[in-house]
């Protein structure tokens, strides 16, 4: 039945109007987020602290003080501004934590954002809280209760339209830039470039698993299709995994033209049942097979057919080019063209997934512009303090971790 489908709606998919979009965002009702809290960093002592704006201090990182206490009240949204690249456009890098005591085990991966972000003349942006989720407003959510995943949504929403930034690099803590983009200047932007020529709003790097779109890395920019698409990402909110409800609301916003026939299926998937192999109703079967089978309908030239013979036929995207789709796009495994933003050599892919232990495709990779690893990065490019653009970077001796996250934990979301 969906393979004759497919014939008629290859093309289907035309851009929404503005007014559409800014009437599907209109009515978002988002938690609030306390802004104006600034980050200090003390770089030859790898000391980081935060200050509110109502004049609370804490400790973020530092190798000797305890934790500190949660701050009350809502979340906050913490800049430590260096944007000094003069290009008119706000950017910036964010990453997401519920509080203090989690962010710790990363500490690693977080001063390798702050040193890059200090080089490169990005601003850092760090998420700090948690938001009540309990309440699932989609009377589709038949679970009703969604987790602490959540965050993200609101965290992105609240960097585009309360901290005014036009782009934003969103990343997992265990989300780390690649030691060879440090002597590469401007990737950033370049990347973002690669989406306002592909006339994206919001992109991610194409996974070596079967996962559509893995939400660990994203870029996105600031317009009106992003707010629509942060809008559902947060109202429909349901389950434990928040990138179901990202496939879910892509798919909404493409269904509303063309002929998907999506009526949001997805959100009957969020049981995490990872043990029951021949379950065809769990996240990890969304994952694998629904949303593919949605997105092809749209795209059929970005797809794969596996040869292995299933039950469910699975399908793989393409990973040699850039994959448009409406408004999002999906940035290769391999090499990309330059963007006219920035003219010269092409650019590594966006993202690997580099797992020590593992050979071949998932492990180390070709060149990528940053990695997903949960191993911490041995390298340090802004070492004894010095945040010059051009300072070398070193390796690290890595202290053993009495931390389980954070060192060589295979992931797969
Ligand atoms: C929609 O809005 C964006 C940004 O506000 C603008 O760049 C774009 O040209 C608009 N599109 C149309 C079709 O008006
Ligand atoms: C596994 O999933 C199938 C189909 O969803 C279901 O019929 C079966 O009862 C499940 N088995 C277990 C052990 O939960």
Same mark, same amino acid.
């Given at each position: 039945?969906?393979? %004759? *489908?497919? /014939? #008629?709606?290859?093309?289907? &998919?035309? $851009?929404?109007?503005?007014?559409? =979009?800014?009437?599907? @965002?209109?009515?978002?009702?988002?938690?609030?987020?306390?802004?104006?809290?600034?980050?200090?960093?003390?770089?030859?002592?790898?000391?980081?602290?935060?200050?509110?704006?109502?004049?609370?201090?804490?400790?973020?990182?530092?190798?000797?003080?305890?934790?500190?206490?949660?701050?009350?009240?809502?979340?906050?949204?913490?800049?430590?501004?260096?944007?000094?690249?003069?290009?008119?456009?706000?950017?910036?890098?964010?990453?997401?934590?519920?509080?203090?005591?989690?962010?710790?085990?990363?500490?690693?991966?977080?001063?390798?954002?702050?040193?890059?972000?200090?080089?490169?003349?990005?601003?850092? %942006? *760090?998420? /700090? #809280?948690?938001?009540?989720? &309990?309440? $699932?407003?989609?009377?589709?959510? =038949?679970?009703?209760? @969604?987790?602490?995943?959540?965050?993200?949504?609101?965290?992105?929403?609240?960097?585009?339209?309360?901290?005014?930034?036009?782009?934003?690099?969103?990343?997992?803590?265990?989300?780390?830039?690649?030691?060879?983009?440090?002597?590469?200047?401007?990737?950033?932007?370049?990347?973002?470039?690669?989406?306002?020529?592909?006339?994206?709003?919001?992109?991610?790097?194409?996974?070596?698993?079967?996962?559509?779109?893995?939400?660990?890395?994203?870029?996105?920019?600031?317009?009106?299709?992003?707010?629509?698409?942060?809008?559902?990402?947060?109202?429909?909110?349901?389950?434990?995994?928040?990138?179901?409800? %990202?496939?879910?609301?892509?798919?909404?916003?493409?269904?509303?033209?063309?002929?998907?026939?999506?009526?949001?299926?997805?959100?009957?998937?969020?049981?995490?049942?990872?043990?029951?192999?021949?379950?065809?109703?769990?996240?990890?079967?969304?994952?694998?097979?629904?949303?593919?089978?949605?997105?092809?309908?749209?795209?059929?030239?970005?797809?794969?057919?596996?040869?292995?013979?299933?039950?469910?036929?699975?399908?793989?995207?393409?990973?040699?080019?850039?994959?448009?789709?409406?408004?999002?796009?999906?940035?290769?495994?391999?090499?990309?063209?330059?963007?006219?933003?920035?003219?010269?050599?092409?650019?590594?892919?966006?993202?690997?997934?580099?797992?020590?232990?593992?050979?071949?495709?998932?492990?180390?990779?070709?060149?990528?512009?940053?990695?997903?690893?949960?191993?911490?990065?041995?390298?340090?490019?802004?070492?004894?303090?010095?945040?010059?653009?051009?300072?070398?970077?070193?390796?690290?001796?890595?202290?053993?971790?009495?931390?389980?996250?954070?060192?060589?934990?295979?992931?797969?979301?």
């Amino acid at each position: 039945m969906r393979a %004759l *489908l497919l /014939l #008629g709606t290859a093309s289907a &998919a035309a $851009a929404l109007s503005n007014a559409t =979009l800014h009437a599907i @965002a209109a009515d978002a009702i988002w938690p609030e987020v306390a802004t104006g809290c600034i980050l200090r960093a003390d770089f030859l002592n790898h000391v980081v602290e935060l200050e509110t704006s109502t004049g609370e201090t804490r400790t973020v990182l530092s190798k000797e003080s305890p934790i500190p206490p949660v701050i009350p009240g809502p979340p906050q949204l913490c800049a430590l501004k260096n944007d000094h690249d003069n290009d008119g456009k706000q950017r910036s890098v964010l990453t997401i934590a519920t509080d203090l005591k989690y962010l710790r085990p990363w500490s690693h991966f977080l001063w390798n954002k702050l040193c890059y972000c200090k080089r490169e003349g990005l601003d850092f %942006l *760090l998420f /700090l #809280g948690n938001v009540d989720t &309990a309440h $699932a407003p989609n009377p589709k959510c =038949l679970s009703g209760k @969604a987790g602490n995943h959540w965050i993200k949504a609101v965290a992105i929403h609240a960097a585009l339209s309360r901290a005014g930034q036009d782009e934003v690099l969103v990343l997992d803590t265990d989300a780390i830039f690649r030691r060879e983009s440090f002597s590469r200047h401007g990737l950033a932007s370049c990347y973002f470039g690669v989406m306002e020529d592909a006339q994206a709003s919001v992109a991610a790097g194409a996974e070596h698993y079967q996962v559509f779109v893995n939400a660990a890395v994203l870029l996105v920019r600031e317009t009106p299709w992003t707010r629509a698409l942060l809008r559902l990402w947060w109202r429909d909110r349901c389950g434990e995994k928040d990138q179901l409800i %990202l496939w879910h609301s892509l798919l909404t916003l493409w269904n509303k033209d063309s002929n998907l026939n999506y009526d949001g299926e997805l959100l009957a998937y969020t049981s995490r049942d990872y043990k029951n192999k021949s379950s065809t109703s769990t996240y990890k079967h969304a994952r694998r097979v629904v949303t593919f089978d949605y997105a092809r309908q749209l795209r059929p030239a970005h797809f794969v057919k596996s040869p292995v013979a299933r039950a469910h036929p699975i399908y793989h995207l393409a990973a040699d080019s850039l994959l448009d789709f409406p408004d999002f796009a999906l940035l290769p495994q391999t090499a990309l063209p330059p963007p006219k933003r920035c003219p010269g050599p092409g650019l590594p892919s966006l993202r690997s997934n580099a797992a020590r232990r593992k050979k071949g495709a998932r492990g180390a990779g070709p060149a990528s512009f940053l990695a997903h690893t949960k191993n911490r990065p041995a390298f340090d490019c802004c070492p004894a303090g010095n945040v010059d653009a051009a300072a070398p970077c070193v390796a690290v001796n890595l202290e053993r971790s009495t931390h389980r996250k954070g060192e060589s934990t295979p992931h797969r979301r």
